[in-house]
């Protein structure tokens, strides 16, 4: 069954999506085909893997304890979310 033509032949614009598990299921289908015959797409599909794990990773704290400038303010308000 041929994909329909008139999308983009890349699928970069999916990628993201596709590396976070946000697809719908057509949508993935045409990611995961595209990726098995298209090096480039590929590539950078890899990367955008790679780089996920690394912000996954990071956590929230990892990021606040970045900022040893943080205003008191907000220790001020509790932080329970
Ligand atoms: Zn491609």
């Known amino acids: 069954m041929p994909l329909p033509h008139d999308e983009e032949p890349h699928v970069r614009l999916l990628l993201g999506a596709y590396v976070l598990g946000g697809l719908t299921a057509g949508e993935e289908r045409q990611a995961s085909?595209?990726?098995q015959v298209c090096d480039a797409c590929r590539t950078e599909y890899l990367e955008l893997v790679e780089v996920q794990g690394l912000l996954s990773l990071i956590t929230e704290?990892?990021?606040l304890d970045g900022f040893d400038e943080t205003p008191s303010e907000i220790d001020g308000r509790g932080g329970s979310v």
């Open 33 to 35: 085909g595209h990726l």
């Open 61 to 63: 704290a990892d990021l």
